[in-house]
């Protein structure tokens, strides 16, 4: 069983810093890819950044340059340090583990989501 446990969101200011963590564990487990996703109300889940084995990073246009992935695969550990935080960055936050497999197959696991609101 694959568990994902998040922290670090909260209230913050418009222009502020919060930092989330992510810890995957599971028996054997080792994931390919992590990353965060958000959900604001109303709106669709959408990919904020991701991190891949080989450390190739990718990024929602709209947190380049404010928003930073960092992690370790080999660990199941990834963090997103998210600066100059605008009210649009309001969501839950969701932290994902991706294993894939040779077969073009993958399995998704999701943290419990951790909410972080940005007031003006």
């Known amino acids: 069983q694959v568990q994902l446990v998040e922290s670090g969101g909260g209230l913050v200011q418009v222009g502020g810093s919060l930092r989330l963590s992510c810890a995957a564990s599971g028996s054997g487990f080792r994931a390919n890819v992590m990353g965060w996703y958000r959900q604001a109300p109303g709106k669709q889940r959408e990919l904020v950044a991701t991190i891949a084995s080989g450390f190739s990073t990718n990024y929602l246009d709209s947190v380049k340059g404010r928003f930073t992935i960092s992690g370790d695969n080999a660990k199941n550990t990834v963090y997103l340090q998210m600066d100059s935080l605008k009210p649009e960055d309001t969501a839950v936050y969701y932290c994902?583990?991706?294993?894939?497999?040779?077969?073009?197959?993958?399995?998704?696991?999701w943290g419990q989501g951790t909410q972080v609101t940005v007031s003006s």
């Open positions: 994902n583990a991706r294993r894939t497999y040779i077969t073009g197959t993958w399995l998704d696991f």
